[in-house]
């Protein structure tokens, strides 16, 4: 069965897109069938793996279905789309902003359990086609919304992001509160933090050290990945023109090598940190 997993914080411009499609793109390198779920109606990793698949294929991906259709269909396979081998992806769109209009219409408040129901319900489409995927993550806003709560309903580990800065340990600290809620609030619900992601706002700059060691203090030690998101400028060029990889790609470079070798190393602790609980 698949791991889902959410990357989060309530701090929006932290990373949370890059590092979980960056992530899902090296899973699937190894080898892993990886699916990136968009539930962000902003569709930001949607657009970065629409890019990655024009530059590696020279030609446009063709999405013959929104998930916002699909979802209405109650079948949402229709609307998932290959961007590269054992990579798949849930792409968003612009009418997914309907999602939670959708969902007051679909389960009134005369509905029993109507929250519940209203939470549950991308769960139960996914649940058809989880098991022909190693690993499920999904992309959030950074809000408290339907569209992050369903997510996390949905999902099996979080991974919070924290760019060192102290409004995004703020916000990572808020949404800690969020998920014990979340947590405690729905019998359903049964995740596991898998850690905390220092993403440096700058490189071996004094305060990156100490929001990271804020965050030990805050979260515990052991809570803390490893593996520390360096300041990458190559990355700002992926979300413009998307992922480069060797082989596919006339522009690749001794930059790219250095961000593939990070996140390849990062993807072995996100393997490692989520088989600890099976």
């Known amino acids: 069965m698949a791991k889902k997993i959410v990357f989060g914080n309530f701090k929006g411009g932290v990373g949370k897109t890059t590092n979980s499609v960056m992530v899902a793109y090296e899973l699937a390198k190894k080898g892993f069938k990886v699916l990136v779920c968009d539930l962000d109606p902003q569709a930001n990793s949607t657009q970065l793996l629409i890019r990655t698949y024009g530059l590696q294929n020279n030609q ?12 209405q ?105 969020y998920l014990q809620t979340l947590y405690n609030e ?33 979260f515990g030690d052991d809570m803390i990945f490893t593996t520390i998101i360096k300041h990458m400028e190559r990355l700002k060029r992926y979300d413009r023109k998307g992922i480069s990889e060797e082989g596919y790609t006339s522009v690749y470079d001794f930059h790219d090598r250095k961000v593939h070798e990070l996140y390849n190393q990062l993807a072995d602790e996100i393997i490692n940190r989520t088989n600890s609980e099976d």
Request: net charge negative; charged share 20%; no cysteine.
């Open 60 to 71: 446009e991906l063709v999405i013959q279905k929104t998930m916002m259709v699909a979802i």
């Open 73 to 177: 269909e109650k079948n949402i396979k229709p609307a998932i789309v290959n961007i590269m081998p054992n990579l798949d992806l849930l792409p968003s769109h612009k009418d997914f902003v309907d999602y939670p209009d959708f969902l007051e219409l679909t389960f009134l408040p005369n509905t029993p359990n109507y929250k519940e129901e209203r939470m549950a319900f991308f769960t139960k489409l996914l649940q058809p086609i989880e098991n022909q995927y190693d690993y499920i993550i999904f992309d959030v806003p950074p809000t408290l919304s339907i569209f992050t709560g369903t997510a996390l309903y949905s999902s099996d580990f979080i991974v919070i992001v924290l760019q060192t800065q102290q409004r995004s340990l703020d916000g990572a600290e808020a949404f800690w509160e």
């Open 186 to 218: 729905y019998d359903a619900i049964d995740f596991d933090i898998a850690g905390v992601l220092p993403v440096l706002l700058k490189n071996d700059s004094g305060i990156d050290n100490q929001i990271i060691k804020d965050a030990s203090d805050s």
